[in-house]
Each structure stands twice: as C-alpha cells, then as structure tokens.
C-alpha cells in the first residue's frame, strides 16, 4: 500500500477526528496531496487539497470545519475534522499527484456520524 490511511471512526454530531495519511518520501516531496470522499450512491468528492507548496483548498461544505496538513518531516498529510455532520459520513480516501507518479490513491477509511 503506498499511502496508508487511518483515523476514522464513529464520532457523534459536532465532534471532532483527525485523518492521517502517509506515504514514501518519493511520493510525498512530488506530490500534491488530498481527501476526497465518497458516501454510499455517490460519486467520490473532493474534501480538500495541498499543493507541496502549502496552497490549500477546500470543498464550500467543509469550509471553516475542516483543516489540512502536512508534515513533511513525516511524510503524513492530516485532515482535522471538527464539528462533524451526519452528511460527512462516507469513506475518506486520499490522494497524492504528481506529474511524475500520476495519481496514486489509498484505502479508504470509514466515517460515521452519528448520534
């Protein structure tokens, strides 16, 4: 698995979890990173993204909610996930592109909000 995620779980309405998603230094120093997620029925979204610059952008439905990260040190894109609604339950996925390596995708792990 070349980019491992983790993280996710159940967590009630207006709580918070913290996604993380790891990978080789090969893949992280070229690559943009991000989270894109997909409930049952539905097409996989964008979430967020960060270029290896910095540049983060964020779908209009986390705005102000949702935070990411990177820590190039360890290799690890985070999503910080705050007041938690029951319509962000899917699977979370993330994703690393470059132009050198193309779009490499991880597992995906599960969130659950709900009371």
């Known amino acids: 698995v070349q980019l491992q995620a983790s993280g996710g779980g159940l967590v009630q309405p207006g709580g918070s979890l913290r996604l993380s998603c790891t990978t080789s230094?090969?893949?992280?120093?070229?690559?943009?990173m991000g989270w894109y997620r997909q409930a049952p029925g539905k097409q996989r979204a964008l979430v967020a993204t960060?270029?290896?610059?910095?540049?983060?952008n964020y779908a209009d439905s986390v705005k102000g909610r949702f935070t990411i990260s990177r820590d190039n040190a360890k290799n690890t894109v985070y999503l910080q996930m705050n007041n938690l609604k029951p319509e962000d339950t899917a699977a979370y996925y993330c994703?690393?592109?470059?132009?050198?390596?193309?779009?490499?995708w991880g597992q995906g792990t599960q969130v659950t909000v709900s009371s």
């Open positions: 230094r090969s893949i992280f120093s070229l690559s943009h």
């Open positions: 960060i270029t290896n610059g910095g540049t983060t």
């Open positions: 994703n690393a592109v470059s132009i050198a390596l193309g779009s490499i």
